[in-house]
């Protein structure tokens, strides 16, 4: 491995061959400007939303700088004091900062300047951080990431008192803080600055906004691509302790190489949501500093703008309640509140043509940033520009090409229904073996849910707030999703090489009739040998009392296979059409695979050519009907087993396993239905609306089903297995009855 | 037993010896005045609360009447169709009617009268209901409970039609319908309505509005003073279906007395809240029409204002959110915005002086009675003049003379804390084995939870919506409520014939100091040999960060027993102080007296003198911290085991189990600190305040213990077990300091 002086050297002669930086004058000229400033004032007292963050941000401020400046010697992990303290401290320099420009009150120039100082003392002879869990440790904290937090934060309050600062003091602090700490979560740490990772991204961001500041280019080409790959040295194939690999098999690193590969064309972050707030903070406000430093490079234009349309997409991935969708390692209750979406939502209503319907989420997160961004969106929700922000049924791809499968949404406009489907690449080292596997929303409660991850961020506790052991061996199973499985087994084998290569696939998505949204992917490598095919449809008729889901998976499979399909409902079983033993004592259902943390709870057998149960949750029935063999077994299971210490929430599922079938078929409907009150004690259309499901046919070119419902004819829907033309003309004839259709499905709702 | 015709005889030579009713001419009379009309028919168009209300009753009606009559066959239980048409018909036509008067529309009148007719058509020859499950039978529905609903509806319906239907019609109706309904529900089902039970209430509230309407001195007469006890010839010693006595062990019957016997001099209704809450209906509104027609009876000064105190009772009975505690047989989620609630609190205002605070309660119900009351309700709100409910500590007394124990609320102002401690008497056919027991609510969310009850109201899968099977073998058990089991066994053997001849003692109750309010009570006879004594504390000191409860359990007995203290807590746990191990198959703890339905879902020692575990809920932390001997078992419970039809939740239970003791104590804080967002992703204070707990002293006389917290110095609590003397002086020597206090505690916060 390259000495961090080679690197260096190598770097400033490379830096040679880009453009030099435009002269920038003056200061502040991040994210808030000379010209945001001048607004700013001028605005003061008008705009209520902005003088409100700045009344709460000052009264915040000013306890901490009566509280008096601290920076502890670093020594815990995420929850603990010293790692809090810190964390702290940058968020509080950052307001300070903005409160100097806004205010022009030099106590708060002077506590920046005071704490900058704290910390270069402590920073000049600093060694690394004592807990050793990183694969990348930082110095203030355990890991890198938190130290580009810091700098990422703590460049904006640098920004803010620049001028304030002698030349002297600006050079005691680059010299002894900034440009070593640059180094440190760079040259030094490779393998935590050069990856496709979001870990990456706030190196970058970190490494870039300070260089920006301190005009110091070389830092700002650094962020922007990156080491030189061939002077860390490390190996391509190395992976870091989420199990991931470390570095892009291309050999790209920078910032602008993590705003290519991690993101789809559509603004999907192939992480998750979870990450994609995560990293939206320093893709952003990185980006807007490029945009007021270094206009000429359009970073907003990036990719057709690329990062305006992964805001969008992260709006779209929330449920009613604005919480985000846990796909792969996301924890549940974060939300569009979050500090990086107010960042993101009004950076992007700043650059991004002032779309009207950000300013509705602004006003519900009921604050904003202070800066040029905030004021921009202050004004114009003061001048009433303000709409909802409307969600939809949409489609969004994976895949930096956009061609490795994607997620897609299908909901109404009330969100009274909305079944997330998610059949995208792996998600990097966050990323769960959960091919085709769909969750379930009543606005915003979850009726089939998304288990998350097992972890309890920052709450020290809980193995120091980091992920536990059961987010491998349960959150990333494949058993832990409503998707199926084979023979215990999950997907790829569980196997982060072997996922990271493949995909899911598109089939069709069609979102243009409401009352009839389809969904439909394959998948060919989760189990070599098997195709699975998975189809989703958002139904409303007049039959039934509320639109419901309709799911068919089917598999071709070239031998036998035990097959698991699970949903983890909550709520409480009220009925079921078939017969149920609870075993004398509770036991795993298996051993590995994510089934040692599965009790069986109850088991039966289909009684008849369905089986249905119903339960209640949210004061609102449901109902599942699924079409059976005689020798499925329906199994409720319940998560907990082989957790002593309680990491895992005790939630229930319901599981339909098939023994030794080969090619097979499930046909299932999810059915919400009528209301329960209990104030009033009313219980409205407590039965499900729909009596029957059946097999019409099922071949390898063709799947047709009938839908009966308790009152009027029953649907049909058909769908063609082989060919998703939507110009393709289909002829069915079934007991008789012609069928004919144009596209790959059809909903004949019968009269 | 008598025949019907012979109990008649002999009520209507009775009713001679008793004052003839006052004559009153005009209707209606009963709920809804001439007067009333009057006002309201004046005021209409001003008072926004009012006319909300009949926009939107009468939007309903519309759609009923546009719908048209239907009066099925009477077949279904709860839940199904006939039964909830029924009761529809019922409460809509008690809507019409009153529309009709303020409204002056023929067509309300109309409705009315022809479904009484559609009614009169059915019930000349309708047998008993076809469902056998009553101890007494109704006709329209499977018991006389929900017949006796439909005739207190229903004459509130007739009453405004009065004077719109002709004599020949009245005479009709009366002589096919009301009458022989009457007779139904009291003459020929004397076991329904001769009880001291919420039942009956509903039964003599029905005869006594019907003969009110009619004029009918005979029937007020039967409902005031109940059938004449030999004349039913039943065993007084017979009991229902839900397992409680029908008869009062006095004879005596009738709404009178049911005001006298379930309810104590403070207005505590003897079954608990939600029983409460559904018997207020009845309680009021024929209190009210008694009020109106007899007002010579001065029914709302019985018992010093009994009635007008049980309303407010109620109303300091709820949580935060207004929902009821769930003491004995009680549902989750029932809230003072039940329409009984509307009525009690509407009715009070009206008769009760007009309490400001009432209007409050109102204000969140937002909604009126179409009534006298309503309209006084709607324009003193419209005035300005509500004021907020302001719940306080409380300590309700049980038993009519107010010497059966009682339930004690100890919380502050903001609710932020609110510790309910029951050491009440049985409860009757609907209590629960459960002296002494506690729980806890963080404002309107359980942290430490009461179970309530085992059904599903009106959801008609469960049970028929009735009581399941383990209400008794769970629900009512003692295991199943925070407080100690000794020997795996239920208070009293479980039995009721026990339970009820017992009741549990005050020792104190002093809510004087905000700051340390406490609640201590006995109980000798739960277990004979064995006395119980429970002190409970809520104590706000400078040294932790919220209030917490001190929880001392003293057991003196007269040999050795094994005992089991269960905490039912509400959320995730976080961390233990002592090492958990979880067995590889989960079995019940026990056999019988509900230990058969519980999961041992890990164990452990303690570790030290104390035993510690913190779980997160609702956003915020909890932390238990319990004096442990080395031989104690730490338990963590499941419900759910031999339920395979799943009518239990699966929640969580952590139980200290000692064995092999006779004298024994228990001391446990339980402490809420801190927070936890998920947005933020902050944890703030996630460590308990209390570092150790100490007993200094225990005796038959004295038990002190000290508070160890984290910061600053101990507090120290000091209780007399056998003088609970206000005025009482104690002194205490321990560990060579001296220590004296006045009164049967002291809580010495050491600085």
Redesign the interface.
């Known amino acids: 491995m390259a000495s961090p002086k080679q690197v260096l050297a190598l770097i400033i002669s490379l830096a040679i061959t880009i453009p030099a930086m435009a002269a920038q004058d003056g200061h502040p000229k991040l994210i808030l400007t000379q010209d945001g400033v001048t607004k700013i004032r001028a605005t003061l007292g008008t705009a209520p939303l902005f003088d409100a963050t700045v009344a709460r941000v000052r009264q915040e401020v000013d306890a901490e700088v009566a509280a008096g400046i601290d920076t502890p010697t670093p020594k815990d992990y995420s ?1 603990g004091y010293t790692h ?1 303290r810190h964390k702290r401290n940058f968020v509080v320099m950052q307001q300070a900062g903005a409160l100097y420009q806004i205010l022009d009150d030099e106590k708060y120039a002077r506590y920046v300047r005071d704490m900058l100082f704290a910390y270069e003392a402590m920073y000049k002879t600093l060694p690394l951080h004592p807990k050793t869990r990183s694969y990348a440790r930082g110095k203030l904290f355990w890991q890198c990431l938190n130290d580009a937090n810091w700098l990422v934060y703590t460049s904006q309050a640098y920004d803010a008192i620049y001028n304030y600062l002698s030349a002297d003091e600006r050079h005691t602090l680059e010299r002894n803080l900034f440009r070593p700490f640059a180094d440190h979560i760079s040259i030094a740490n490779p393998r935590f600055f050069n990856r496709i990772h979001n870990h990456s991204t706030w190196g970058n961001a970190a490494v870039g906004m300070i260089g920006l500041v301190m005009g110091d280019d070389e830092l700002v080409q650094r962020a922007l691509y990156g080491l030189p790959a061939e002077l860390h040295g490390v190996d391509l194939g190395a992976k870091d302790n989420d199990g991931g690999f470390i570095f892009d098999q291309n050999g790209k690193a920078g910032f602008l190489a993590n705003m290519d590969a991690p993101f789809s064309p559509d603004g999907y972050y192939t992480e998750g949501p979870y990450y994609q707030r995560y990293a939206m903070y320093p893709f952003l406000v990185f980006a807007q500093a490029l945009h007021n430093v270094k206009p000429e490079m359009d970073i907003f234009q990036h990719r057709d703008g690329l990062l305006l349309k992964a805001v969008d997409a992260l709006l779209q991935l929330t449920d009613a309640d604005g919480e985000f969708f846990p796909l792969n390692d996301g ?5 569009d ?3 990086e979406l107010v960042t993101a939502v009004d950076i992007a209503f700043l650059v991004g043509g002032g779309d009207p319907r950000l300013l509705g989420v602004a006003e519900r997160q009921n604050q904003v940033l202070l800066d040029d961004a905030g004021i921009a969106v202050a004004t114009a929700i003061r001048d009433g520009e303000a709409q909802p922000y409307q969600k939809t049924s949409i489609n969004l791809s994976d895949g930096s090409d956009g061609t490795e499968g994607g997620v897609a949404i299908l909901r109404y406009a009330d969100e009274a229904l909305t079944l997330v489907y998610k059949y995208s690449a792996q998600g990097l080292s966050h990323g769960h073996y959960d091919k085709l596997s769909f969750s379930l929303y009543e606005r915003g409660h979850e009726v089939l849910q998304d288990y998350g991850l097992v972890r ?7 193995g120091g ?1 980091n992920y536990l052991p059961q987010n491998s061996t349960w959150a990333k199973q494949s058993i832990a999703h409503n998707t199926l499985v084979l023979n215990e087994t999950s997907h790829f084998q569980g196997k982060y090489e072997i996922g990271s290569r493949h995909h899911s696939e598109l089939y069709f998505y069609d979102d243009q009739n409401d009352d009839v949204q389809v969904v439909s992917a394959t998948d060919a490598n989760a189990y070599p040998g098997a195709l699975l095919h998975r189809t989703m449809a958002l139904i409303r008729t007049a039959h039934a009392d509320k639109p419901f889901v309709l799911d068919l998976f089917r598999v071709e499979a070239d031998q036998q296979h035990r097959y698991d399909l699970p949903f983890y409902f909550n709520g ?5 059409s078939f017969a ?3 075993p ?4 795993p259902i298996g051993s590995k695979h994510g089934y040692q943390h599965l ?1 069986l ?2 088991s039966g057998e289909p009684q008849g050519e369905n089986a249905r149960f ?1 339960w ?1 949750t949210n004061r609102q029935f449901f109902t599942l009907t699924s079409v059976t063999k005689t020798d499925d077994q329906l199994v ?1 299971s ?1 998560i ?7 990491n895992l ?2 939630d ?1 599922g319901f599981m339909i396993r098939r023994q030794d079938a080969q090619d097979t078929l499930f046909v299932t409907t999810i059915e919400p239905h009528g209301s ?1 009150s ?6 409205i259309d ?2 499900s609306n729909i009596a029957r499901l059946q097999v019409l046919q099922d071949s390898k070119d063709y799947t047709v089903v009938a839908v009966h419902f308790t009152h009027g004819p029953p649907g049909v829907f058909a769908l063609s297995n082989s060919n998703s033309s939507k110009t393709a003309q289909h002829q069915l004839r079934i007991d008789d009855k012609a069928l004919s259709w144009i596209g790959p499905f059809a909903f004949m709702s019968g009269d």
Chains 1, 2 share one sequence.
């Not at 309890?456 to 809980?462: A, D, P, S, T």
């Not at 209990?678 to 219980?683: C, G, Q, R, W, Y």
């Open positions: 929850g809090e924890q549940k209750g974060m939300s509140q979050a500090r309890f961020v920052n709450i020290e506790q809980k707030g409480q079983v009220l009925d079921t149920t033993r609870a004398a004592e509770l036991s009790y709870e109850a119903s209640l409720f319940r907990g087993a082989n957790d002593p210490q309680f929430r005790r229930a329960y209990p104030v009033s004690e009313l219980a407590a039965r």
